[in-house]
T-cell receptor
C-alpha cells in the first residue's frame, strides 16, 4: 500500500517569498490533515479536511496561509508571504474518516527554511 | 486548548536498560495515541488507548492509560538502539472533528 506522498522534501526561501507544498493522501482516505512541526515541538494542526470540505482551520494563520483540497484527493498548502517563524517541517497526514480511534498515516514532511 | 505535557524531554540510556516516559494533562481525552518519529520522517502510530486504566503491550513496549483518562505512560523494557526516536503522545478531544493535540515529545537515545 502506498503511503502519504509529499513534495518537495526540502525548500529554502527568503522571507516575503511564496511557497507551496503538495500532498497526495492514501487512496480512499477521506480525512486529510496539515500539521506544522517546529524544531523541538510536537506537530500542531493547521487545517483538517473531510473529503473536500474544511472541518477545522482554527489554528491556520489565514492572513498568510491557505490550503485547498480539490476533488477530495490531493491537497496544497501555500504560504504567502513567508516569515522567518514559518521555518518548520510541514507534515501531511490522512485517515479513513471521522470515527473514534482514528489511525493517522503521516508523510515524510516538507522541511521549510525561511532565510 | 487542551495541553499535553511530556516528560522527560530528553532521555539517553544504554542498551538493555528500562525506561518510562510520561504524558500528562489536566484535560480528559476520549482516547490517547502514542507515536514514534525518526529523524526526517513523519510520526508512526504505535498504539491507541481508549478505556481508563487500559494497558496495552507491543512487544517490549507497555502503554497505560490513566483511570481518569488524563494521563498515560510508555514503558520500554530492555531498550535497543532501534528504539531511538521521538516519542509523541496525542490526545483526542472526542468531538465530532476528532481533533488530535500533540505533546512536545520525549527524545530517546539508546546507546549500544
Amino acid at each position: 500500500e502506498a503511503g502519504v506522498a509529499q513534495s518537495p522534501r526540502y525548500k529554502i526561501i527568503e522571507k516575503r517569498q511564496s511557497v507551496a507544498f503538495w500532498c497526495n493522501p492514501i487512496s480512499g482516505h477521506a480525512t486529510l490533515y496539515w500539521y506544522q512541526q517546529i524544531l523541538g515541538q510536537g506537530p500542531k494542526l493547521l487545517i483538517q479536511f473531510q473529503n473536500n470540505g474544511v472541518v477545522d482551520d482554527s489554528q491556520l494563520p489565514k492572513d498568510r496561509f491557505s490550503a485547498e483540497r480539490l476533488k477530495g484527493v490531493d491537497s496544497t498548502l501555500k504560504i504567502q508571504p513567508a516569515k522567518l517563524e514559518d521555518s518548520a517541517v510541514y507534515l501531511c497526514a490522512s485517515s479513513l474518516g471521522l470515527t473514534g480511534g482514528e489511525k493517522l498515516f503521516f508523510g515524510s514532511g516538507t522541511q521549510l527554511s525561511v532565510l | 486548548t487542551q495541553l499535553l505535557e511530556q516528560s522527560p524531554q530528553f532521555l539517553s540510556i544504554q542498551e538493555g536498560e528500562n525506561l518510562t516516559v510520561y504524558c500528562n494533562s489536566s484535560s480528559v481525552f476520549s482516547s490517547l495515541q502514542w507515536y514514534r518519529q525518526e529523524p526526517g520522517e513523519g510520526p508512526v502510530l504505535l498504539v491507541t488507548v481508549v478505556t481508563g486504566g487500559e494497558v496495552k503491550k507491543l512487544k517490549r513496549l507497555t502503554f497505560q492509560f490513566g483511570d481518569a483518562r488524563k494521563d498515560s505512560s510508555l514503558h520500554i523494557t530492555a531498550a535497543q538502539p532501534g528504539d531511538t526516536g521521538l516519542y509523541l503522545c496525542a490526545g483526542a478531544d472526542g468531538g465530532s472533528n476528532y481533533k488530535l493535540t500533540f505533546g512536545k515529545g520525549t527524545l530517546l537515545t539508546v546507546n549500544p
